[in-house]
């Protein structure tokens, strides 16, 4: 039932066979969900010690760039200036910055302002002015493992309405994260952060969602972050994620530019934020790997 060979090595990194270890706790908690149709993840995605220790190793090299942003992100500092620092910080920990060149893309990292989504490619002509709220969205490979996280910035003296967006939509990243359990499917993360949204007249943006990291920039699970009763995804402890909830202050709709092919508005206009983090699944519940 669950995709791993019963002599295979157990996930939980005991050293033992599965089936000397978690193989029969696994199929009694996983029994009822495959009856009902659920799917359960492969094999590739139950992430051994070593390989999670890998990410954590590069998740330092994440957080580091982003504490430091903290610091450098101010008023009248370009886009530019923040995809040189995190080019800078990556090559110098010895990593890779994961976005530059994915599918063309042309920068080292994503910087969304005001009523971009994300998608945000760094640019010399954009300064970031008094009032305006930031997306930075990077992700570190390091020794082929890869750490994906976000954070918001505001800039000077911020209205009101978008530093509730912002705190709002960090609540819904950490209630979202809350959520995880093992055992349960990955749809409770969305339920929790759709409510939360809607509590506050906000939009949950459906175009984009979480995803599977850690060996892979992509990979399986879908992580939604708007209500769903599909059947979605068994967490299982050993796999990693993001959730990374996009929350609009207006309509939950979005369209990606015609001109550059990458960035992605609110179909309104009105104002986006997003924050990021990657996190493993675990016996008792989840540890956050870019905190
Ligand atoms: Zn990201
Ligand atoms: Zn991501």
């Given at each position: 039932m669950f995709k791993i060979g019963r002599n295979d090595k157990c996930w939980c990194g005991c050293g033992k066979k599965y089936k000397q270890c978690h193989e029969?706790?696994?199929?009694?908690?996983?029994?009822e969900y495959v009856e009902k149709g659920y799917p359960i993840p492969d094999r590739h995605l139950i992430l051994s010690p070593e390989q999670i220790q890998g990410i954590k190793e590069s998740a330092k090299v994440s957080i580091a760039i982003m504490d430091a942003l903290d610091k450098f992100i101010k008023e009248g500092?370009?886009?530019?200036?923040?995809?040189?620092?995190?080019?800078e910080m990556t090559e110098d920990a010895g990593g890779i910055c994961a976005d530059y060149k994915y599918e063309d893309?042309?920068?080292h990292c994503c910087t969304s302002?005001?009523?971009?989504?994300?998608?945000g490619i760094p640019s010399e002509r954009e300064i970031l002015k008094n009032g305006d709220i930031v997306n930075v969205d990077i992700t570190t490979i390091l020794n082929g493992?890869?750490?994906?996280m976000s954070r918001m910035y505001m800039i000077g003296q911020v209205p009101d309405n978008a530093k509730k967006l912002v705190e709002v939509t960090k609540k819904c990243m950490l209630s979202g994260i809350d959520a995880i359990?093992?055992?349960?499917?990955?749809s409770d993360i969305g339920n929790v952060i759709n409510d939360i949204a809607d509590e506050n007249g906000y939009g949950v943006v459906r175009a984009l969602c979480g995803h599977g990291v850690g060996l892979k920039f992509h990979e399986d699970?879908?992580?939604n972050h708007y209500r769903t009763d599909r059947k979605t995804m068994i967490m299982v402890p050993g796999m990693v994620f993001?959730?990374?909830?996009?929350?609009n202050e207006g309509t939950w709709d979005c369209k990606v530019s015609s001109e550059d092919g990458w960035t992605v508005t609110t179909a309104d206009g009105s104002l986006s934020a997003q924050w990021e983090h990657t996190v493993l699944v675990t016996e008792s519940g989840y540890e956050i790997l870019t905190l």
């Open positions: 029969r706790s696994d199929e009694e908690n996983l029994k500092v370009s886009t530019e200036a923040i995809d040189r620092l995190v080019y893309f042309p920068k302002i005001n009523n971009v989504v994300c998608h493992y890869y750490s994906d359990k093992p055992y349960r499917p990955v699970p879908v992580v993001t959730v990374e909830p996009m929350i």
